[in-house]
C-alpha cells in the first residue's frame, strides 16, 4: 500500500500493541514505503514471539561466589526463573542449559568470556517456550509450574570442582559446586516445598540431568515425586569415520581438566573409568530416579561432533551432509544408519525399567523440548501419535507409561530435520 495514500492513513489511524510495544500512528505516517514493509515484519515477529514464548529475566546468585561455585570466569552463576501459579505453585521444573564442553585450557578460555563462560556476557531475558512455556495449550502439564532455566557456564555439565586457580588464566572449574549452590538457592526460594519436581536439561545439560538425577533427588524432601528428564543428552560411544575414539578422548580431557571424577557418582567410577560415565550408555543403569529419554537417533550434535567431526574428515567430504542430512550421500546415509543401529545398542544396554520413558525419533535433530515447534505444536513430531509433550507428562504423572523407538530415516514425515546454515562450523 502507498503510504501517501489516503487509504493508507486511514488504516494507521490507530496505536498497534504488541508485546508490550505501542507503535503510534503518528510514526507509521511517518514512515516511507521501505520502512512500512520492515514495520510490518516486525509486528509478524512480535505476534510469532507472543504466541510461541514470552521472555524471562535473569537472576545471579550472588551468594553462590563465596563458596567458590563460579563461572569460569569466577562470575557469579545465574539462571531464569518464572514463578509457578495456581495448581501448580508447588511444582518445580528445574531446565539446565547445553553448550558442549572445554576439554582443555585453551578450549576453556576460548569460552571464558562468552555467555558460555561468564555470567557478565548472558543476555538480560532470554525467551521462554517449549517445556517452558506458560500457556496451557503449548504445555498442558507444565505451563503452571515454577519454571527455570539454568544457564551453562562451567564447561564440563557442572561437574568441575579444581581448588587452585591459575593466575595467569583466571579459569575457574567449579561447575559441581554451581550445581549445588543453585539447587540450594532454589530451595530457599520455595522448591523446599516441591510437590513435584522435574529436572530436565538440553545436550550438555541433558548429560547433566542424568549425571545429577540422584543427587538432584536427595537435596529435595523425601515427599517429594522427581523425576529427571535428558534431551538430546544420551551420548554414545562411537568412533569416528577414521576408526578413532574422538569423543571418549575428548570426554578424557574434559575430566581431567576439569576434576570432575570425584563427582560423578561412584555407582558409575566402580565399574568403568570416570570419563566413560559421560556416556549414559554405562551411567544411566545406576540411576534410581525415574529417567525419561529424548533423543533423535540421528543427532545432529554426534553426527556432527563424534561421527564426523572436523578431525576425521580432513577434506570436508562431510560437510555439506552434515549442514542437511538431504545433501548425504548414500555412504554418508548408510554410514548414519549404522550410528543409529549403535545408539540404540548403546540404548538397550540399559536393562528394561518400567519407570523409564523414551521417545527416540528417527529425525536428524538436537534438542526437542525447548523449541515449541517440536514440543508440542499442531505440526510437531509425533511417535504413534502421540507429541513429545504429551508423552512426557503421561510418563510424570503415571498415566501411561512411553517407551517408543521410531523406524528408520526416512519413515517419520513428522520431522522437524535440522538444516543449519552453510557459514557455519561443521564443529559448532
Given amino acids: 500500500m502507498d503510504p501517501t495514500s489516503p487509504h493508507y492513513r486511514q488504516s494507521v489511524s490507530h496505536s498497534f500493541r504488541f508485546s508490550g510495544v505501542t507503535i503510534s500512528s503518528h510514526l507509521i505516517m511517518m514512515v516511507d514505503a521501505r520502512l512500512y514493509g520492515w514495520l510490518n515484519l516486525l509486528i509478524c515477529i512480535l505476534i510469532t514471539l507472543k504466541a510461541d514464548g514470552f521472555y524471562v529475566g535473569i537472576t545471579y546468585v550472588e551468594n553462590a561466589v563465596v563458596k567458590g561455585a563460579v563461572c569460569l570466569d569466577g562470575s557469579p552463576p545465574a539462571y531464569h526463573f518464572d514463578k509457578g501459579f495456581g495448581a501448580g505453585i508447588n511444582n518445580w521444573l528445574v531446565h539446565f542449559e547445553g553448550g558442549g564442553w572445554c576439554n582443555n585450557v585453551t578450549t576453556c578460555l576460548s569460552r571464558k568470556n562468552t555467555r558460555l563462560g561468564s555470567s557478565k556476557q548472558m543476555v538480560k531475558q532470554i525467551v521462554f517456550s517449549g517445556i517452558l512455556s506458560n500457556s496451557q495449550k503449548f504445555n498442558p502439564d507444565f505451563y503452571n509450574w515454577n519454571r527455570i532455566k539454568v544457564r551453562y557456564c562451567d564447561g564440563a555439565s557442572f561437574t568441575g570442582d579444581v581448588e587452585a586457580v591459575n593466575p595467569a588464566t583466571n579459569l575457574h572449574f567449579r561447575g559441581a559446586r554451581v550445581f549445588v549452590a543453585v539447587i540450594e538457592d532454589l530451595l530457599a526460594k520455595g522448591m523446599k516445598n516441591a510437590k513435584n519436581a522435574l529436572l530436565s536439561g538440553c545436550s550438555a545439560g541433558g548429560l547433566t540431568s542424568i549425571l545429577h538425577c540422584d543427587s538432584f533427588h536427595s537435596l529435595l524432601p523425601i515427599s517429594t515425586k522427581v523425576k529427571c528428564l535428558s534431551d538430546a543428552g544420551y551420548f554414545i560411544n562411537v568412533k569416528d569415520v577414521s576408526g578413532a575414539q574422538h569423543i571418549q578422548d575428548f570426554y578424557h580431557e574434559v575430566v581431567t581438566t576439569h576434576g570432575s571424577a ?148 526416512p519413515c517419520d514425515s513428522s520431522c522437524h530435520n535440522r538444516i543449519f546454515d552453510t557459514k557455519e562450523h561443521p564443529g559448532a
Avoid at 570419563?275 to 529424548?294: E, G, S, V
Avoid at 570436508?316 to 548425504?328: A, Q, T, Y
Wanted: with cysteine; aromatic share 12%; charged share 15%.
Fill in 262 to 409: 570425584k563427582n560423578i557418582p561412584v555407582s558409575c567410577t566402580s565399574t568403568v573409568k570416570p570419563n566413560m560415565c559421560f556416556f549414559p550408555q554405562y551411567m544411566a543403569r545406576h540411576i534410581k530416579t525415574p529417567l525419561f529419554l529424548l533423543n533423535a537417533a540421528y543427532d545432529s550434535w554426534q553426527i556432527k561432533n563424534s561421527l564426523a567431526p572436523g578431525v576425521a574428515d580432513p577434506h570436508g567430504l562431510w560437510h555439506s551432509c552434515k549442514l542437511d542430512i538431504k545433501s548425504c550421500s548414500s555412504s554418508q546415509l548408510q554410514t548414519m544408519q549404522g550410528f543409529r543401529v549403535e545408539f540404540l545398542s548403546a540404548l538397550s544396554s540399559l536393562g528394561s525399567s518400567s519407570s523409564r520413558g523414551m521417545f527416540i525419533n528417527s529425525c536428524y535433530a538436537h534438542c526437542q523440548s525447548e523449541m515449541q515447534e517440536t514440543w508440542l505444536r499442531a505440526d510437531s513430531p509425533v511417535l504413534n501419535k502421540m507429541p513429545i509433550a504429551k508423552a512426557v507428562g503421561d510418563w510424570f504423572y503415571d498415566r501411561h507409561p512411553f517407551q517408543k523407538i521410531d523406524c528408520a530415516y
